[in-house]
């Protein structure tokens, strides 16, 4: 496949710093980076094309050393999806598909400005974020850090992201390039992508960071087509760096780099270390197998960049300049970045039903509650692996919901479902209980490895969770891995599973590995257990609150997380009994969900409201509490389509498409990712692509469209037909071309959208700006962007499957 049309295959292009215009205002120009790099050895240029060790680490994900002879200053790379991930407390914004979901590039601006002013107080220069890959399989562990199913929507909210974290002074760094859609078998999967589906899908959200000058791309684990994602010549040389003129420079991600001759074929960067363009790089050099020439290139890159952002503003080929300081760092402002984390919570909530108005709550209904399930209690604020934050503060729904309610209110809480448990016995575990915290808890670096006997007298359901942190962790029962991740917080990270015991001795396998050279603090380890007996009384006396109450709000979770992939669209530990038991013992249920990805909803018809939160950050329980009572009216839409169940999604019964077959992936549904499949076959979803209720309602009327030179206008009148002010996101969709013979094309696509704000009863003309790009389709036979000519449908509503207005127009 031709991805870099008229490039050849392996020669990097030198270009001028896309992200030139994107760094700080007011960062001094600082010297030539030609003189610079002439100035440096080449075992200094060597330290920056890999990762070392931080000898003043804050727990930070990479360090690269600079250089103190020159005034070159060491770069320090954070992890950051959803806030900086260090040892010290940050903002702990809502997830990235929370953000997307408000439709908001305002919004998403202001996101990228509090993590990028963050990681600057704490001392980081590189942020390893935003990701941007596709939301393509709705099991995929990483969904929640990521955006959308659809480019369009990916694409607008992450330029806005990125020039916000870059305007604070923080390099960005757009991930994973290109088609990391699963952790499962992610290191290994090879997927086999054509060029038309890859260039309108995938990558359409990277050519918007690029252009949105992001400093660096991480590229990605799997390989494409053949080729590792960190060692394609085409993806990397050819479109990101030829076609799309990328002038910044390209990082593995940890532990990507497959070659030492990958810095020939685009790659500029090996993290954390240097097993290939380390000491078998400079060798390769001397020996003359690999020009220093690449090297040069790779590591200009990384100069021109530090430049960019006024990193170099000390530096000099004579050594550092004397008197000179680099610009202060910002401080933390913590009320600023609470505001716009609330703010994130409350636009990107999604009210998916509300029969009869049970929400907002009010009256009688809004002084009787019963919480119900343990995220009232002990929030989930964010998914697991590289995105945990240890947060500045945390707002819980019970407390912010007790408060709202007043003091003659009656507010209860019952688990509903323990998932925390006790530790497990030494009645019942051989060796007695493992609790390797505080000062039990391991040196940094070390590995927990045992394999214990269980042994239970009842037979049942157990819930199983070992407790870790920094570290890689893995339980096994009875030989069969039933949980597994990434614990790269200081705090305890849960890896647990409900799993069905016989009476007798079973074997229980813990594993957890410590990472030394991106992890500081000690390891710790925890085996806890809930018995069934336990369940049955946690459930008992849910039901109990439940039913004395005149409203209950359950809510409900799942764990998206790095390094696995859900195995069912079900929420986990039997929650889905808890609301179907809830509801059977009251008419008035509300269920909040704190999950990262589309759930199916076996009781939906039993309740009256179903309020998506997300993983909602640091700030979430205030939000909730906010939304509930109606103090903020719901106007966040869908990114991602939920299917009716786990027999009904785009890869059931296709090992082929998902999660692959001997390593290999067929991307073979083409550019019908998510909602396009769903309409290409007719097929009935929960709740659609753009779906998403208010508190009041919107009627669309009047519809025009008119040709341009640079796309279409789309006129409509939109109107709050209901009694309160709120938001409506318009979306136009688009139909296919008659007139394309030799590409796929989609039943109908997102073309463009404009969030709404308006009064009861206020009526608007809006008018939204179809991008000829929209127009477009990838004609892989010229390798090149054409018009999709002829007649074509238009449609304007309120979601993929609710489009009251339609008309067609004619391009040429």
Request: charged share 15%; with cysteine.
């Amino acid at each position: 496949m031709t991805l870099g049309a008229g490039l050849v295959a392996g020669a990097p292009a030198t270009t001028a710093s896309s992200a030139a215009s994107a760094h700080p205002p007011g960062t001094k120009p600082g010297i030539s980076v030609d003189a610079l790099l002439a100035a440096m050895t080449l075992d200094e240029k060597l330290t920056f094309v890999h990762g070392d060790r931080d000898p003043q680490s804050l727990g930070q994900a990479g360090y690269i050393p600079g250089v103190a002879r020159l005034g070159i200053p060491p770069l320090r790379l954070t992890d950051g999806p959803a806030g900086v991930r260090v040892t010290h407390p940050s903002t702990a914004m809502p997830a990235p598909v929370a953000l997307a979901s408000a439709f908001d590039e305002t919004l998403a601006r202001r996101y990228g400005e509090v993590i990028g002013r963050d990681g600057r107080a704490l001392g980081q220069d590189v942020l390893l974020s935003p990701m941007v890959n596709t939301i393509r399989v709705p099991y995929a562990g990483r969904n929640f850090e990521t955006f959308s199913e659809d480019p369009l929507v990916s694409a607008r909210t992450v330029a806005q992201e990125v020039r916000g974290i870059q305007s604070q002074g923080l390099i960005a760094t757009v991930k994973h390039y290109a088609e990391n859609n699963q952790e499962a078998d992610r290191m290994a999967v090879d997927v086999r992508v054509d060029e038309q589906t890859m260039r309108e899908i995938e990558l359409a959200g990277f050519e918007a960071a690029v252009k949105a000058g992001a400093g660096a791309v991480m590229c990605s684990y799997n390989k494409v087509n053949g080729d590792p994602g960190c060692g394609s010549a085409p993806l990397l040389n050819g479109v990101l760096k030829g076609d799309w003129r990328f002038g910044g420079w390209v990082m593995s991600d940890w532990g990507a780099t497959h070659s030492t001759d990958a810095i020939r074929k685009g790659l500029d960067q090996e993290m954390p270390g240097g097993t290939y363009l380390g000491p078998a790089l400079r060798a390769a050099i001397l020996a003359g197998t690999i020009p220093q020439s690449a090297l040069d290139a790779a590591v200009r890159r990384i100069l021109v960049q530090m430049k960019a952002f006024g990193l170099l503003a000390c530096a000099s080929p004579g050594g550092p300049v004397t008197g000179c300081r680099l610009a202060p760092r910002p401080s933390f402002d913590g009320a600023a970045d609470d505001r716009v984390a609330q703010a994130v919570a409350e636009d990107g909530s999604v009210l998916l039903r509300n029969t009869g108005n049970a929400l907002p709550l009010r009256g009688a209904a809004a002084r009787d509650i019963a919480l119900i399930g343990t995220p009232a209690k002990y929030p989930v604020i964010g998914g697991g692996g590289s995105s945990q934050v240890t947060p500045t503060r945390v707002t819980t729904p019970l407390d912010e919901i007790t408060k709202r309610a007043g003091r003659d209110a009656t507010v209860t809480y019952t688990p509903g479902i323990d998932t925390i448990g006790v530790l497990v016995p030494a009645s019942a575990l051989s060796g007695g209980p493992i609790d390797l915290t505080g000062d039990a808890a391991l040196p940094n670096g070390q590995s927990f490895v045992t394999t214990r006997t269980l042994t239970v007298d009842t037979t049942g359901d157990y819930l199983i969770d070992l407790q870790a942190a920094q570290g890689i962790a893995a339980l096994t029962v009875d030989g069969t891995q039933v949980a597994s991740g990434f614990a790269l917080s200081s705090e305890l990270t849960h890896f647990r599973a409900i799993v069905h015991l016989t009476a007798g001795t079973h074997s229980v396998g813990i594993n957890v590995t410590g990472i030394p050279s991106f992890l500081t603090g000690p390891l710790q380890a925890r085996l806890t257990w809930v018995t069934p007996q336990a369940a049955q009384a946690a459930l008992d006396a849910a039901v109990a609150g439940a039913r004395t109450a005149r409203t209950a709000v359950v809510f409900a979770y799942d764990e998206g997380t790095e390094g696995a992939d859900r195995t069912s669209l079900a929420l986990p530990y039997h929650q889905d009994r808890l609301i179907e038991a809830v509801a059977a013992a009251n008419p008035n249920v509300v269920v909040v969900l704190n999950t990262g990805s589309a759930v199916t909803m076996p009781w939906l018809s039993r309740v009256r409201g179903v309020l998506e939160m997300y993983y909602p950050g640091q700030m979430g329980g205030l939000a909730t509490a906010r939304l509930l009572f109606g103090d903020v009216n719901p106007g966040g839409k869908l990114t991602q389509t939920f299917p009716l169940d786990d027999a009904h999604t785009m890869v059931t019964g296709n090992p082929a498409r998902y999660p692959g077959v001997n390593h290999v992936e067929q991307y073979d549904e083409g550019v019908d990712v998510g909602y396009r499949w769903y309409e290409a076959q007719g097929q009935q979803t929960l709740f659609g692509f753009g779906y998403g209720l208010s508190y009041t309602t919107f009627g669309y009327s009047k519809l025009r469209v008119a040709r341009g030179h640079h796309g279409l206008t789309v006129r409509f009148t939109l109107t709050n037909t209901g009694n309160r002010a709120g938001d409506e996101v318009a979306q136009v969709y688009l139909g296919p071309s008659p007139d394309v013979h030799g590409a796929q094309q989609p039943v109908k696509a997102l073309a463009g959208y404009e969030k709404v704000h308006l009064a009861p009863g206020e009526s608007r003309t809006v008018e939204i700006s179809i991008d000829e790009r929209q127009l477009q389709y990838w004609d892989s036979t010229a390798h090149r962007w054409a018009l999709g000519t002829g007649s074509r449908a238009v449609w304007v509503g309120a979601s993929s499957r609710t489009l009251p207005l339609r008309t067609n127009v004619t391009l040429h």
